[in-house]
């Protein structure tokens, strides 16, 4: 077994000033990771606190499960969410999800994590009103200690490892929980195959774009029309990458409308398929290259093309709380997300 | 790290490279060992101090599951030159 | 006094997967890589020609690692014409022999420059420099490298026995080769 292990400093002043001081940070203030809160972090998880597990691009930084802890000291992570924010790194590390070219790229792109099952009830997680904040810190922490892993460790420092054009909001923290209690289907994890009591997804995308639908009825073709309007984007990379997911974090109202008319998840992913449609000609007229799968290319100008090679790349989940709105959330385009099982 | 450190599991790995390794001393759970050339026909086969120290480390492990990490004094490599000015 | 940990870590070696495996090997080109310590060549050819009169593939090259298939110091990384020439005529690769420290770190770079490159490769070693072969695997950032561990030792050991290893290992090699372990 490689180990690696981090640096013991004594403090001389505030912690944020250090940090900045050295290039480290997130411009607000942190958890001094004292050698006590990391070793209370590591109660959480299983195996040595000091093996490589693996590297983050672009910058090839070392990650063991004491960095990820001292990480989450920093952000504020109490030690029960200590697997979840290792597991979301895990998911970033993955190949398919080219954490090179995420945390490079000149788009805004942020990891979105989703926290599935059991962990999400018993580390205190928000699946509902507010979930994706402010106000929940496992929320809001976890999310948080993602983004000092990925600017400490991977090299995602804006102007440096990240040529974000102008940032966002959701590189601070961008966390939630499914929804599992009032989804009207199995939970997402599951449905990708993870059958684990706990998993997490990660999206590599834009932050989440709003869809109200408050129409009498709750009309399926209502709600589903307005989430493929906000799905139909020529700004959004997922027009001429057509690998890229798409999103749809259905609110629990909304989830219930479309149940109630019998729609599956499967129906759900088919409809915004078929209706999130640009004619081929406009794609083609707003870009020199596309990345699109080879039958794309085939179709004459005047076809609808989707705004993805296929239906199941179109990811349904619920979570949030009352209200009549959804969310849809990009993909950067060149990842995949990726959901795991919840391992310390 | 309490008991003695059991190098034999290296030792055997080592020998087959013409190498021997000795124990130095064991603070905490760190062992300092000592390397030496037995055989000076295949001196070029040994790794070099930065490689052999992971590779020794997981030799011992199994036997020794507290030892945390492995430091080796090589001769190949130069001592430090004494930082004392000569007066 | 307050002592923290920094929370930025060190940059590690850059992490890689096995490339594809191909499902079968009938019409696959294998080239023999040879570090030049004594019997590698023996074994290597044996089992690469085993090999592929069991499943159609056909040895494409045979070659040491230096300058133009020169004999080359077993410490050394192969040349770079060496690589061109194995990108070119090889669809896989067995290398090694992996039975000492050092021969056994450059074979296991050798074999990870060539996994990254879309070429699997196997590296032969024994079973006395196995757990070396795996701590720098790990070390060099491709943990689950395909090794093929032959009995101790294969330098002194006669021809005849050496074959009859390189037979009874063939299994094993078509198995790396196509399912990656």
Redesign the interface.
């Known amino acids: 077994?490689?180990?690696y292990?981090p640096e013991l400093i004594e403090l001389d002043g505030e912690l944020v000033d250090v940090l900045s001081e050295r290039g480290l940070g997130d411009g607000l203030p942190v958890v001094e990771p004292t050698p006590e809160r990391v070793e209370a972090m590591l109660e959480h998880a299983d195996g040595d606190a000091?093996e490589v597990l693996f590297t983050l691009q672009p910058r090839a930084g070392i990650v063991t499960r004491r960095v990820v802890a001292i990480n989450a000291v920093l952000a504020g992570c109490e030690p029960a969410v200590f697997p979840v924010v290792l597991s979301a790194l895990r998911a970033l590390a993955h190949p398919a999800m080219n954490i090179r070219g995420v945390n490079a790229t000149t788009q805004l792109v942020a990891p979105m994590v989703i926290v599935h099952g059991d962990i999400a009830r018993t580390a205190g997680f928000n699946a509902g009103t507010g979930c994706f904040g402010p106000g929940n810190r496992a929320n809001a922490t976890v999310g948080r200690a993602v983004r000092l892993v990925m600017l400490h460790v991977a090299g995602a420092t804006p102007g440096l490892g990240d040529a974000a054009t102008h940032g966002q909001p959701a590189k601070y923290t961008f966390c939630a929980a499914e929804n599992l209690d009032e989804s009207p289907w199995e939970g997402y994890a599951h449905s990708r195959g993870v059958d684990a009591p706990s998993a997490v997804t990660v999206h590599c995308g834009e932050g989440p774009h709003n869809v109200h639908d408050a129409e009498a009825d709750g009309d399926p073709r209502l709600i589903l029309g307005k989430i493929a309007s906000a799905m139909t984007s020529l700004g959004s990379n997922n027009a001429p990458i057509s690998q890229g997911e798409i999103f749809v974090i259905l609110g629990p109202e909304h989830a219930a409308s479309l149940a109630q008319r019998a729609l599956t998840r499967r129906d759900v992913q088919s409809y915004l398929f078929d209706h999130a449609r640009l004619p081929a000609e406009e794609f083609r007229r707003h870009f020199e290259e596309l990345a699109w799968a080879p039958w794309m290319k085939l179709v004459d100008d005047d076809h609808p093309l989707p705004m993805t090679a296929e239906a199941d790349n179109i990811r349904v989940l619920v979570a949030g709380g009352p209200g009549k709105h959804s969310l849809v959330v990009p993909s950067w385009g060149m990842t995949r997300s990726v959901t795991i099982r919840v391992e310390g | 790290m309490s008991g003695d450190l059991n190098l034999e599991p290296a030792r055997?790995?080592m020998a087959?490279?013409g190498i021997g390794l000795s124990l130095i001393e064991l603070r905490g759970a760190d062992a300092h060992l000592l390397l030496s050339v037995i055989d000076a026909d295949?001196a070029?086969?040994?790794?070099?101090r930065h490689?052999?120290e992971?590779?020794v480390?997981?030799?011992l492990?199994p036997a020794n599951p507290d030892l945390?990490?492995v430091h080796i004094v090589d001769p190949r490599e130069s001592p430090e030159p004494d930082p004392t000015p000569a007066t | 006094m307050t002592m923290i940990y920094l929370p930025d870590s060190a940059p590690g070696p850059e992490m890689s997967a096995l490339s594809a495996s191909p499902p079968s090997l009938a019409g696959a080109r294998i080239a023999v890589l040879d570090n030049g310590k004594p019997n590698a060549g023996v074994a290597m050819v044996r089992a690469a020609n085993t090999l592929a009169s069991r499943t159609g593939a056909t040895v494409s090259l045979v070659t040491k690692k230096g300058p133009q298939g020169q004999s080359a110091?077993a410490?050394e990384p192969m040349a770079r014409d060496i690589f061109e020439r194995l990108t070119d005529e090889a669809d896989l690769v067995i290398t090694g022999a992996a039975?000492?420290?050092?021969?056994?770190?450059y074979s296991v770079q050798d074999a990870i420059e060539l996994e990254r490159a879309g070429i699997p490769a196997v590296v032969m070693t024994t079973t006395?420099?196995e757990?070396?072969t795996?701590?720098?695997s790990a070390?060099f950032g491709l943990a689950d490298t395909r090794r093929l561990v032959m009995p101790?030792?294969i330098g002194g050991t006669d021809e005849a026995t050496l074959h009859q290893w390189a037979d009874a290992a063939t299994d094993q090699l078509i198995s790396l080769f196509t399912t990656g372990a």
Do not use: K, W, Y
């Open positions: 077994m490689t180990t292990e000091d | 055997q790995v087959a490279d295949c070029e086969c040994v790794l070099p490689m052999l992971p590779v480390l997981d030799l492990r945390r990490a | 110091n410490a039975d000492c420290g050092s021969c056994t770190a006395m420099f757990p070396i795996t701590t720098l070390n101790h030792p």
